[in-house]
């Protein structure tokens, strides 16, 4: 159950952003006022209506831990406002993966 949920779960990532290919210059993403800093590697952020209450939600990919972080959108589409994340879960358990 754990791996098909990650399975539906990636699938859903990859058609989102294969789906939105309306780059912008990079810019920094605000959290709790400052800017969201992942450490090590880079991000790919996907923002989408993840929790389905018509927000768009933050989701990025944490490198250094190998797991993705959520972002809850409580401001609006048009001045989005992120505060603390959670990992993104299944079964109670931070969903990590690993390279190679």
């Keep these: 159950m754990k791996m098909k949920f990650c399975l539906i779960a990636l699938a859903l990532l990859c058609f989102s952003a294969a789906v939105a290919l309306d780059y912008q210059a990079p810019f920094k993403i605000n959290a709790n006022g400052s800017p969201i800093e992942l450490g090590l590697g880079h991000a790919n952020p996907l923002v989408t209506d993840w929790n389905g209450d018509g927000l768009k939600d933050l989701m990025i990919g944490q490198y250094s831990s ?35």
């Design 66 to 100: 190998a797991k993705i972080r959520y972002y809850i959108n409580s401001g609006s589409n048009e001045a989005p406002v992120f505060t603390s994340f959670t990992y993104l879960q299944a079964d109670g358990t931070d969903i990590s993966l690993s390279s190679g």
